[in-house]
């Protein structure tokens, strides 16, 4: 769960590794935000999509990303806004909990380059796949 970040004022994310080791990872991230726009385009439903970067050894890692976010509003809007990710996470090889903080900057770039600076913190939960022995 992310709390304002890449999917507006917060989304529900999943995110699953697909190269890498415990000290640089690559890793592809979908979510789903429902947010207000304004009164002539009504809520808007957010699809944020990222890939990121994950570097570190230990506990204290740097969270490097690029995505866009895809945005369906109630009254038949579309909007797309590019993404991008910088961040601490904290992740014990131990736990499952892990937590991220980080500058998520919007970028619309259909009529006029628009930078919008945001920021989001994260909490996540990792689902573990057991050996089946």
Same mark, same amino acid.
């Given at each position: 769960?992310?709390? %304002?970040?890449?999917?507006? *004022?917060?989304?529900?994310?999943?995110? #699953?590794?697909?190269?890498?080791?415990?000290?640089? %990872?690559?890793?592809?991230?979908?979510?789903?935000? /429902?947010?207000?726009?304004? #009164?002539?385009?009504?809520a808007?439903?957010?699809?944020?999509? *990222?890939?990121?970067?994950? !570097?570190?050894?230990?506990?204290?890692? =740097?969270? =490097?990303?690029?995505?866009?976010g $895809?945005?369906?509003?109630?009254?038949?809007?579309?909007?797309?806004?590019?993404?991008?990710?910088?961040? !601490?996470?904290?992740?014990?090889?131990? #736990?499952? /909990?892990?937590?991220?903080?980080?500058?998520?900057? *919007? /970028?619309? !770039?259909?009529?006029?380059?628009? /930078?919008?600076?945001?920021?989001?913190?994260? $909490?996540?939960?990792?689902?573990?796949?057991?050996?089946?022995?």
């Open positions: 769960m992310e709390l %304002a970040g890449s999917g507006g *004022l917060g989304s529900v994310n999943y995110e #699953k590794k697909f190269s890498g080791t415990d000290t640089l %990872a690559f890793t592809w991230r979908a979510g789903l935000s /429902v947010a207000p726009i304004d #009164k002539n385009n009504g808007g439903i957010v699809f944020p999509v *990222l890939v990121n970067m994950i !570097y570190g050894p230990g506990k204290h890692k =740097l969270e =490097l990303g690029i995505g866009q $895809i945005t369906i509003t109630t009254k038949g809007s579309f909007f797309a806004l590019a993404t991008g990710l910088i961040g !601490y996470r904290f992740q014990s090889k131990e #736990k499952r /909990v892990f937590y991220r903080i980080s500058y998520t900057p *919007l /970028v619309s !770039y259909w009529v006029d380059l628009q /930078v919008q600076h945001w920021a989001g913190m994260s $909490i996540g939960y990792r689902i573990i796949k057991r050996n089946k022995a």
